[in-house]
């Protein structure tokens, strides 16, 4: 039999492994695991003007800060969607812990294959190239009045409501025309 020695290594090899796994796998997907400040999201959730009962999606949403803010502080409604299982489960144990099931929801999966039509603001910390290819669908997918914040990454052909460049983050409305030069 091991010794408990041996044991506590290879728990922490195999976990090591499967977080490399982890962190490689949601890198190639959209974006790696970068947690944003609490005072941060905040100001987005602010900037976002998100009002009570409105429907939030965070895409891409780690541990979940952005959608358990967006319930406790806002009175939203909100949806996560992550691709990384160790965080999705983290984020399941979070919102059961924190008693927000009925507001609430996390899924697991490719923020491209979910549909986000219901939304009415969505958030996103992805990388410029994810960003790129994440554009089409939410013009395609969101209403007018759809409300889109981007944390240090832009969409550039959506019409820009607001920004801050001290924070890095930006704020668009879909249904929002660019205006003419």
Do not use: H
């Not at 090591?16 to 974006?31: K, P, Y």
């Not at 089409?136 to 944390?151: I, T, Y």
């Amino acid at each position: 039999m091991p010794s408990v020695p041996s044991m506590i290594a290879l728990g922490i090899i195999i976990l090591g492994i499967i977080t490399l796994v982890s962190i490689s796998w949601s890198n190639r997907r959209g974006a790696p695991y970068w947690p944003t400040r609490m005072k941060k999201v905040k100001k987005m959730l602010e900037m976002a003007n998100v009002k009570p009962g409105e429907l939030v999606y965070d895409l891409g949403c780690g541990d979940g800060r952005v959608i358990v803010m967006a319930a406790r502080k806002f009175k939203a409604r909100a949806v996560g969607i992550e691709i990384d299982l160790f965080r999705f489960l983290w984020c399941q144990f979070l919102i059961t812990i924190l008693g927000l099931r009925r507001r609430v929801k996390v899924k697991y999966g490719d923020l491209f294959a979910k549909d986000i039509s219901e939304a009415d603001i969505v958030f996103c910390y992805l990388l410029q190239n994810t960003n790129d290819k994440l554009e089409g669908k939410l013009m395609n997918e969101l209403r007018p009045d759809a409300r889109v914040v981007s944390n240090t990454f832009l969409f550039s052909s959506m019409p820009q409501i607001d920004m801050n460049s001290e924070l890095g983050f930006y704020v668009y409305n879909v249904g929002v025309q660019a205006e003419e030069n």
